[in-house]
Each structure stands twice: as C-alpha cells, then as structure tokens.
C-alpha cells in the first residue's frame, strides 16, 4: 500500500467548503429559487423573480448579517485547513501532498 497523491481528503475539504459557502452567502439567484415561499407575490403567479425582492425573506437577512458571515467563513476555513492538518498528523500523507490536495481542490 502506498500513500495518496494528493490528499483526496484535503481537496474535497478545499473543494466543497468553499462551495457550500460561497453558494449560501453570495449566489442570491440559487438560494430565492430554493426557498419554499408562502404566498404570492404581486405578480400573482407565486414566483420569487416577479415583484418581490430578495431581502423580504428571512433567510437573506440572517445572511446579510456581517457577524454570521464572518463566523460562518471563519468555520469553513477551519475546516477546510484541520481536515489538511489531520491528515499529516495522522501520518495519513506527508505535508506536500496535503499541500497538492488544497490546490487541486482550490
């Protein structure tokens, strides 16, 4: 058995944490589009695109808040570096391959 080149765990980390929350805090489009709406809006065919802002639902403004954002980033960059970091301490991979695994999953 031989080790991993890159580290699959820390490209994933790097990969999909970012993603996650870049998609939550910054593409407006795709969350509006996920959220079950109760009501019409005035357009009158239910759908969140026509009439309605995207700041009127909840969900936006516990994302505009700047402390939750900050928190939020801070925990995904945590994540992303400790999966990296457990896995060179767990003798899993040596530091340059955790080292690929972040750029290739950057």
Known sequence: MSYGNPSGHASFAACIYPTIFML????????ASSIIIKGRDSSGDGSIVGGSTVQDYKWFTFTNNKI????????????SV??????FMLGAHSIDQVLYGWQYGL
Do not use: E, N
């Open 82 to 87: 400790m999966i990296g970091v457990s896995r």
């Open 68 to 79: 939750v954002y900050w928190i939020f980033l801070c925990l995904t960059l945590t994540m």
């Open 24 to 31: 939550i805090f910054h593409d407006r489009d795709y969350m």
